[in-house]
């Protein structure tokens, strides 16, 4: 059964960084896809970071000077090291997994979601 658990998110200042994880089981071959998610109520989803299967990584353009995705295999856990955070950044960040492994329009393309976990950036 697959299961993704993001964990690290909460309330911090702005300025201020989290690190979210995404920590993944129940895939028995490759190593997925995954990407991070943003949910604001009343708006779109937004896609801002995915780690295909081989490691390349990708961004958001208005967040990926701020944003590093990064995996450790050994722990199967993706993580979101988030810095100089903004108010406007507030949100539930979920992670997902695609099982093709291709970050290639990875917002349409993912098969399994985490709950989500909630960050507030606000002072």
């Known amino acids: 059964q697959v299961q993704l658990v993001e964990s690290g998110g909460g309330l911090v200042q702005p300025g201020g960084s989290l690190r979210l994880s995404c920590k993944v089981s129940?895939?028995?071959?490759?190593?997925?896809?995954i990407g991070w998610f943003r949910q604001v109520p009343g708006k779109e989803r937004e896609g801002l970071s995915c780690?295909?299967?081989?490691?390349?990584?990708y961004y958001a353009d208005d967040v990926k000077a701020r944003l590093t995705i990064s995996r450790d295999n050994a722990k199967s856990t993706v993580y979101l090291q988030m810095d100089s955070l903004k108010p406007e950044d507030s949100g539930t960040y979920s992670c997902?997994?695609?099982?093709?492994?291709?970050?290639?329009?990875?917002?349409?393309?993912?098969?399994?979601w985490g709950n989500g976990t909630p960050v507030d950036v606000s002072s």
């Open positions: 129940g895939f028995t071959s490759d190593f997925p896809a």
């Open positions: 997902a997994a695609g099982v093709k492994g291709s970050c290639v329009n990875y917002y349409y393309g993912m098969d399994y």
């Open positions: 780690i295909s299967a081989l490691g390349t990584t």
